[in-house]
């Protein structure tokens, strides 16, 4: 149990996840259905009598379901992500949710008027079906057998699981990164069951500089022995060290050289002069990214992240409508708000333009805000004070 005295204000309290198996097979963009799924959710707030006040906010490539509010189950690492999560959070913040700062009582997300719903994608390790689960065909886990999924078969999956508990319609999808094109997928794909979305440093399609980052992470992974082509489940070795370093790199691209600037300079980590080592850490940024790399790999499944980091590659809005982002836009009827970050280079403004235009070109409703923050990508996990207002007021459809 969590003292009453460390639940945040505004706090949904403590939360357990649950899990539902749904009914039928998903249908995959690769041509495969998928067949038992399970859906780890967490849900806060109250379900309106009509049904018609749910928000369905999506997670990021590392997130999970547990989105607000403190675990009532200890895990294993953080999932709260942001830079220097640890130091805002202090020892509460283990078992807190990764978007509490958004989700709860006048919050942006607020769970006095909205029922919150928050869904571990299909392809992950923390509750849903993915790479990790067993294959029923064999008794064993997938591993690099799982299909090769995309960001709309996520989507297919939310929306199988919210046929399953009878919700037809969503007053909002929300979410940052790979959130924000769960949304984008979300109204394209159902545009007569969303009445708007929430797209927060996200992009219609990941440029190529981040494309190359996510291929290093990747090859990362496969490259080190211990991968053993994707079937290392139960041999006791798992590719500890080509996803720690696949967690260094990433880690790095959601921050900016301001941020790292300030935060770490070149200060020394242990002591007052080089040691003149050359493997072990000697600054306090070398110091922090070995840190990263060992939380991350205690509570995250190498195939996992292969399967997401390629799910973030082959997203183009675009792609399917030779090209036109105007033409894959044209049936959005939701209304959509869109909110970059001036440092944020991996996810940058320009993408969130594009999208603002295309949109006002179709005369469809659409906002765009722009803050001028230093953190980079982890703004969307840092700066909440500020994103609050903005989310609150357009929900409420000010």
Known sequence: M????????????????????????????????LYPVRVAYETYGTLSRERDNVVLVCHALSGDAHAAGFSTVAPEASTRDGFAAEDRDGAAGQAL???????????AFDTDRFFVVSTNLLGGC??????????????RPYGPDFPVITV????????????????????????????????LEWAIG???????????????????????????ARESIMRDPDWQGGHYYGTGRAPDAGMGVARMVGHVTYLSAPALRDKFGRRLQFAEDIRYTLTEPEFEVENYLRHQADSFVRRFDANTYLTMSRALTYFDLA????GSLTRALDGVN????????????????????????????????????????PYGHDCFLLEEERQTPIVRRFLLGG
């Open 190 to 216: 159902y545009p007569e069951q969303v009445d708007s979305i929430v797209v927060i440093a996200s992009t219609h399609a990941l440029h190529p500089q981040g494309m190359a980052w996510n291929a290093i």
């Open 319 to 322: 792609r399917q409508y030779g």
């Open 152 to 183: 709309a078969d996520m989507v297919r999956t939310q929306r199988a699981f919210l046929d399953a508990l009878g919700i037809e319609r969503l007053a909002a999808v929300a979410g940052g990164s790979l959130g924000g094109m769960q949304a």
């Open 334 to 373: 939701a209304r959509t708000l869109l909110i970059t970050f001036s440092s944020d280079w991996l996810y940058p403004p320009l993408a969130s333009e594009e999208i603002h235009d295309a949109l006002r070109a179709l005369g469809r409703p659409t906002e765009l805000h722009l803050i001028d923050a």
């Open 97 to 107: 949710g990764w978007w509490d700062g958004m989700i709860g009582p006048g919050k």
């Open 2 to 33: 969590v003292p009453a005295s460390t639940l945040t204000a505004g706090s949904v309290g403590e939360v357990r996840t649950r899990y539902l198996d749904l009914p039928d097979p998903v249908r995959l963009d690769c041509g495969r259905e």
């Open 126 to 139: 923390r509750g849903t079906t993915g790479p990790s689960s067993t294959d029923p065909a064999t008794g």
